[in-house]
């Protein structure tokens, strides 16, 4: 039997930490630029001189090239590693940022929806790919930690609200917000992945004989689990993007607010499903994924109803602190679901980020739609059918046994 070299594993161990904290800086980043775009939609909306069907159309703009991208992220971080889906996206995110903040100062609508398509492209690949290096980090740490990455990306809308609602106070335009943000994108993106574990994309499980298994680029679509997982995440995936996207402007029009209290709102709830998801992998390890779940998705429909029907502010936002807390956990619990077999974690994490990003991104633009007929408040209920499937289905994500696994 042979004795583990003690440098070899001091190595491995640091590799691990570092991938580990460059996970995290991803996550966060992540968050940060998307919050950039979502808490200042009504600043975007006055700009372009848009009502809520305007916004509703731009933002399936950004939709269609995330769906678009997703069923191909899986295979590119495959071919060209975590690390390098991770550049390609932010960089391109970057990119289309840079058109975006050019049609806002023009008032361009055609313009700033070509933006939103690159832009749609770019944080599909970058989602994809954080969350299968994070799938990885997290087996081989052999704890709960997603919830913890996926809190790093609330964090990073958090700051990006609080930015964003500063910013608008002080009367500065969403074009130069994006400027900003877009400098500090491309700077991190080309140095923080060279400590994503670079072999990770490569791993092969083992079949009942010890043979080696090819991971599949389209099987996934094709397995039973893999597909409740990904309903599962729909529902979690669009009861964050519609607060993502609505709360802020749903504040503004539905209660009178200003455009500084939506932003405040949408930090709110960004805030309590922060520390939700940094603290619930304790709740995950005692109770398991599908009872964490079923809680979580309860809360947050409690939290919805009372946002929607709420007189004032200060009831809003406690029901904004129940849909952030009840949201956050459903999506990272269904990432870490699909990515336990390594063999097939890049094919199974794309099939669900499908499934979920459709929803994430194209549910907030048919309640723009909705709610141009309805009032945005009232159209969010729509989200509550989404919420009790994730409460249906949530024993597809229930932990499985651990595979037999061949790293390089």
């Given at each position: 039997?042979?004795e583990?070299?003690?440098?070899d594993?001091?190595?491995?161990e640091?590799?691990?930490?570092?991938a580990?904290?460059?996970?995290?800086?991803?996550?966060?980043?992540n968050?940060?630029?998307?919050a950039s775009?979502?808490?200042?939609?009504?600043?975007?909306?006055?700009?372009?001189?848009?009502?809520?069907?305007g916004?509703?159309?731009?933002?399936l703009?950004s939709?269609?090239?995330?769906v678009t991208?997703?069923?191909?992220?899986?295979?590119?971080?495959?071919?060209i590693?975590t690390?390098?889906?991770v550049?390609?996206?932010?960089?391109?995110?970057?990119?289309?940022?840079?058109?975006?903040?050019?049609g806002?100062?023009?008032g361009?609508?055609?313009l700033t929806?070509v933006?939103?398509?690159?832009?749609?492209?770019?944080?599909?690949?970058w989602?994809?790919a954080m969350?299968?290096?994070?799938?990885?980090?997290?087996r081989?740490l052999?704890?709960?930690?997603?919830p913890?990455?996926?809190?790093?990306?609330?964090?990073?809308s958090f700051?990006?609200a609080l930015?964003g609602?500063?910013?608008?106070a002080?009367?500065?335009?969403?074009?130069?917000?994006l400027?900003?943000?877009?400098t500090?994108?491309c700077?991190v993106?080309?140095?923080?992945?060279?400590?994503?574990?670079?072999?990770?994309?490569t791993?092969?499980?083992?079949?009942?004989t010890?043979?080696?298994?090819?991971?599949?680029?389209?099987g996934?679509?094709k397995?039973?689990?893999?597909?409740?997982i990904?309903?599962?995440?729909?529902g979690?995936?669009?009861?964050e993007g519609?607060?993502?996207?609505?709360?802020?402007?749903?504040t503004?029009?539905?209660?009178?607010?200003?455009e500084?209290?939506?932003?405040?709102?949408?930090?709110?709830?960004v805030?309590?499903?922060?520390?939700t998801?940094?603290?619930?992998?304790r709740l995950?390890d005692?109770?398991?994924?599908?009872?964490a779940?079923?809680?979580?998705?309860?809360?947050?429909?409690?939290?919805?109803?009372?946002f929607v029907?709420?007189?004032?502010?200060?009831?809003?936002?406690?029901?904004?602190?129940l849909?952030g807390?009840?949201?956050?956990?459903g999506?990272?619990?269904?990432m870490?679901?699909?990515?336990?077999?390594p063999?097939?974690?890049?094919a199974?994490?794309s099939v669900?980020?499908?499934?979920?990003?459709s929803?994430?991104?194209?549910?907030?633009?048919v309640l723009?739609?909705?709610?141009?007929h309805?009032?945005i408040?009232?159209s969010?209920?729509?989200?509550g059918?989404?919420m009790?499937?994730?409460?249906?289905?949530?024993?597809a994500?229930a932990?499985?046994?651990?595979?037999s696994?061949?790293?390089?």
């Amino acid at each position: 039997m042979t004795e583990k070299n003690p440098t070899d594993t001091a190595q491995r161990e640091t590799a691990l930490n570092k991938a580990l904290i460059a996970v995290f800086v991803v996550f966060g980043l992540n968050g940060l630029v998307f919050a950039s775009w979502a808490a200042r939609i009504p600043a975007a909306a006055q700009d372009l001189g848009i009502g809520a069907a305007g916004v509703g159309l731009l933002l399936l703009f950004s939709a269609i090239g995330s769906v678009t991208a997703l069923p191909l992220a899986g295979s590119v971080a495959q071919r060209i590693g975590t690390a390098g889906t991770v550049r390609a996206g932010g960089i391109t995110t970057s990119a289309a940022s840079l058109i975006i903040a050019a049609g806002l100062y023009l008032g361009s609508i055609p313009l700033t929806a070509v933006g939103l398509l690159i832009f749609g492209v770019g944080i599909a690949g970058w989602d994809v790919a954080m969350n299968l290096e994070g799938a990885d980090v997290e087996r081989r740490l052999g704890r709960n930690i997603m919830p913890k990455f996926h809190g790093a990306f609330s964090g990073g809308s958090f700051v990006g609200a609080l930015i964003g609602a500063g910013l608008s106070a002080l009367g500065i335009s969403l074009s130069l917000h994006l400027l900003a943000i877009l400098t500090i994108v491309c700077v991190v993106v080309l140095i923080v992945p060279r400590n994503f574990l670079q072999l990770s994309h490569t791993v092969h499980g083992t079949d009942g004989t010890g043979a080696a298994v090819k991971p599949s680029r389209f099987g996934a679509w094709k397995e039973g689990r893999t597909l409740l997982i990904g309903v599962v995440v729909l529902g979690a995936a669009l009861t964050e993007g519609a607060a993502n996207d609505w709360v802020a402007k749903a504040t503004v029009d539905g209660l009178g607010s200003s455009e500084s209290a939506g932003a405040v709102m949408f930090a709110t709830f960004v805030a309590a499903m922060t520390l939700t998801r940094w603290f619930g992998a304790r709740l995950i390890d005692r109770m398991g994924r599908v009872p964490a779940l079923r809680i979580c998705m309860g809360a947050s429909l409690v939290g919805l109803l009372l946002f929607v029907l709420a007189p004032n502010l200060p009831l809003a936002a406690l029901g904004a602190v129940l849909w952030g807390i009840g949201a956050a956990l459903g999506f990272p619990m269904g990432m870490s679901a699909a990515g336990e077999d390594p063999a097939h974690a890049a094919a199974r994490v794309s099939v669900v980020s499908t499934i979920g990003y459709s929803a994430f991104f194209i549910g907030p633009p048919v309640l723009g739609f909705l709610g141009e007929h309805w009032g945005i408040r009232n159209s969010l209920l729509v989200v509550g059918a989404a919420m009790l499937l994730s409460i249906i289905f949530a024993p597809a994500a229930a932990e499985q046994k651990k595979v037999s696994v061949q790293e390089p």
